[in-house]
């Protein structure tokens, strides 16, 4: 067993592993390798959290801009079905989740003007019960929602759709939509032509380069349902549990109608950005990776340079298992040490991306997001506690099993063999 004095500081690993960590008797090349290591691992948990909080923030942007048009639900049927749907509609706004309800009718077809044709998907809406489901009336930019009135005949496009057929408010838009011609299975063109009232502008492309939208009665009518809407648009009170609401809808009604909602409508877009932010999660954690090696170096390193040291602890008494505790001490300092820094840098930044982002541009003359393109001209950023947590437990994990092997190796070296030579 150790001797008394040697046994006052307690526990006697972690109070050498510390005193390693402090001495300045390294070599320069293992304190270069250490602080490397270090500020490797400072960096790329830096750099995950920075990026997993910009990545959901355009994920929150990206649903934001989505639904500022979509409904969070649809329900849909028959011409049968949907007969009596002002009833429907005001039974529906007696159940407690459910914040709107507003009829539609969608048609796909083309629009044109000239000798241009676009396919479009034609909506057809009441103004005043759409502007409760979906803020359309804060997105044009020109004329106005709220002309959409029974047989008007006028029309809103999406910005991209009125750009590729150069219209201007005021201009005739001619509507095409197909029709199958009675007894047979031949298609034949509907023609009606409106005026167009207005442009909006949601931000997203899917919507401004191929939406157009009338009164309900206009596309019923082109439709063929004699005023009876396609399908109810939902809002309720909590977006996130929509798939459950408009499920308990359906059921409350005999579970008769076919249900979607805003998960399963733009399901290929969040795909998407889930599928871009676990790989870039991925590549970013191989930072954190390759300074867990570079700690596996510098605890080599700091092995062979400490060999009669190690030797001296052994005949003192320290047992393999406590040399182990002491290089693992060591190396968890340095790693532990580099992913406090990340985390407090990781944070700062996510924090203070709309401040960062600015200074950067203007110091550099560079810009980001050229508003002149894009929609979002800005980075936006959400920290999520969950995954800093998952960050930081992972890159724990590496530093950890990063020092297992030099401890290992360290414990295995024999006193008789370190000392024969001293």
Not at 38 to 66: Q, T
Not at 72 to 95: C, F, I, N, Y
Request: charged fraction near 15%; proline fraction near 5%.
């Amino acid at each position: 067993m150790p001797s008394d004095s040697v046994r006052m500081f307690y526990p006697l690993p972690a109070y050498i592993g510390l005193r390693y960590v402090r001495t300045r008797h390294h070599g320069f090349f293992v304190s270069f390798i250490s602080w490397v290591s270090m500020l490797g691992v400072c960096l790329g948990v830096a750099a995950l959290i920075v990026i997993l909080s910009v990545m959901n923030g355009f994920e929150s942007e990206l649903r934001s801009r989505l639904l500022n048009l979509s409904a969070h639900a649809t329900l849909s049927g028959s011409v049968e079905q949907m007969s009596h749907w002002p009833a429907l509609v005001d039974r529906l706004r007696k159940q407690p989740e459910v914040v709107a309800v507003a009829p539609y009718v969608d048609i796909q077809g083309m629009v044109g003007r000239g000798g241009v044709l676009v396919a479009a998907k034609l909506r057809g809406v009441v103004p005043a019960e759409e502007a409760k489901v979906a803020d359309v009336a804060a997105h044009v930019v020109q004329g106005q929602f709220n002309e959409l009135t029974p047989q008007s005949r006028k029309i809103l496009l999406g910005s991209g759709l009125a750009w590729q057929l150069q219209a201007q408010v005021g201009d005739e838009i001619t509507v095409l939509i197909p029709e199958v011609v009675p007894g047979t299975t031949e298609l034949r063109p509907r023609l009606q032509s409106f005026t167009l009232a207005g442009v909006f502008e949601f931000g997203a492309q899917e919507q401004d380069n191929s939406l157009a939208m009338v009164h309900l009665n206009d596309a019923a009518a082109l439709a063929g349902r004699d005023k009876t809407p396609s399908g109810l648009r939902f809002k309720f009170t909590d977006i996130f549990t929509a798939p459950q609401s408009i499920q308990r809808v359906n059921e409350s009604l005999g579970g008769k109608f076919i249900t979607s909602d805003w998960t399963i409508e733009n399901a290929s877009y969040f795909r998407a950005v889930r599928i871009e932010k676990t790989m870039m999660g991925v590549m970013l954690m191989l930072i954190v990776a390759i300074a867990a090696f570079n700690i596996i170096a510098a605890l080599v390193m700091v092995v062979n340079e400490k060999r009669n040291d190690i030797a001296i602890l052994r005949t003192l008494g320290l047992t393999p298992d406590e040399v182990i505790q002491v290089f693992i001490t060591q190396g968890l300092i340095i790693g532990w040490a580099g992913i406090f820094a990340g985390l407090v840098l990781g944070l700062t930044l996510a924090w203070n991306v709309a401040s960062v982002v600015p200074w950067i541009e203007h110091t550099f003359g560079i810009h980001f997001f050229d508003p002149t393109v894009y929609y979002i001209t800005q980075l936006p950023s959400e920290v999520h506690a969950s995954q800093v947590i998952w960050v930081m437990m992972i890159a724990l994990l590496l530093t950890a099993l990063a020092t297992i092997y030099p401890a290992r190796r360290a414990a295995h070296i024999a006193p008789a063999e370190a000392l024969r030579y001293e």
